[in-house]
């Protein structure tokens, strides 16, 4: 708990900042844009939404929500890539951001219907307030978890951005959706990652 405090410390304000408004970002799109639209977020959210969905089919509680614990257990194995590497400070800014994230998505309760009554609108928005807040924790020199680790392990080794490696791995995550859920729902949610990671990547690729 002491080398975690003391590595917390270690952290600037102004990036503890960026961690928390942006994790904040990336949860109010999928409880204001996402969810009430019935779409998929990107990554290791949107995979977790899915199995989220699946646990609900299957008769569990549905006014509980397990996509944020069901994500944070997700990230556990690539916090030791975060530390390997990457960087100590890295790592301590992900798990940051992805507690920030358990709680809210578990905590903040979800929307009977979106804040914009226009699908298409709400998922340009809901795409580009997610994308923002995801490349505002990327700014910090931390990550939101999930793909975006990856992504900022990739372009430290191949010159891959986290944006680029979001539409790859989204590529099958939608595929997933398309077979389980429906062919519409998996192309909105298609073009939901693809400006979601642009908005990422023109965030963090301006540092």
Do not use: R
């Amino acid at each position: 708990m002491k080398l975690l405090l003391l590595a917390i410390k270690s952290i600037k304000p102004k990036d503890l900042f960026l961690i928390f408004a942006g994790s904040m970002l990336y949860v109010l799109s999928i409880k204001f844009f996402v969810t009430p639209n019935h779409l998929y977020n990107s990554g290791f959210m949107g995979v977790s939404q899915l199995l989220n969905d699946l646990i609900h089919h299957f008769g569990f509680e549905k006014t509980i929500n397990f996509a944020g614990y069901i994500n944070f257990a997700m990230n556990l194995p690539l916090y030791f890539l975060a530390y390997t590497y990457i960087s100590k400070k890295f790592l301590v800014g992900t798990i940051l951001s992805v507690l920030i994230q358990t709680i809210g998505v578990s905590m903040v309760p979800d929307m009977s219907a979106s804040l914009l009554s226009n699908e298409i609108a709400a998922l340009l928005v809901g795409a580009v307030v997610g994308g923002f807040g995801a490349g505002l924790v990327l700014q910090a020199n931390c990550s939101a978890g999930g793909t975006d680790v990856l992504g900022v392990y990739t372009s430290l080794k191949w010159n891959i951005s986290p944006g680029q490696l979001n539409i790859f791995f989204n590529a099958l995550v939608y595929t997933i959706c398309a077979l389980a859920m429906s062919v519409e729902t998996a192309l909105l949610s298609i073009l939901f990652i693809v400006i979601f990671s642009m908005a990422m990547d023109k965030v963090y690729l301006q540092n």
